[in-house]
């Protein structure tokens, strides 16, 4: 499976951002899809997900409210739509799909710069 990630981009606080993600190869393994970032020097943390089988959406409590994730299961694509954006939002996100959950992340994208400039 690889994953291709878009989006991104430098934005002032307060404005919005849309990441896309897009999967490919053997796509009818995935379980989850969904997003992580990780800011400079800070532990790499999970933004939010989607199960496909169910629909289950569970997002980290810093974004709740702020952020939605939505997922095309027959494109096999994921998007992240980021509103409210506030410095602290600034990171790597990276795109991310597992077989079981992510406990045990199976599938990387490439990382993607969100910046937020206040």
């Known amino acids: 499976v690889q994953l291709q990630a878009s989006g991104g981009g430098l934005v002032q606080a307060g404005g919005s951002l849309r990441l896309s993600c897009a999967a490919s190869?053997?796509?009818?393994?995935?379980?989850?899809m969904g997003w992580f970032r990780q800011a400079p020097g800070k532990e790499r943390e999970l933004v939010a997900h989607?199960?496909?089988?169910?629909?289950?959406?569970e997002y980290a409590d810093s974004v709740k409210g702020r952020f939605t994730i939505s997922g095309d299961n027959a494109k096999n694509a994921v998007y992240l739509e980021m509103n409210s954006l506030k410095p602290e939002d600034t990171a790597v996100y990276y795109c991310?799909?597992?077989?079981?959950?992510?406990?045990?992340?199976?599938?990387w994208g490439q990382g993607t710069q969100v910046t937020v400039s206040s």
């Open positions: 989607i199960r496909w089988s169910t629909g289950i959406i």
């Open positions: 991310a799909a597992a077989r079981t959950g992510f406990g045990n992340v199976d599938y």
């Open positions: 190869g053997r796509t009818s393994s995935i379980y989850v």
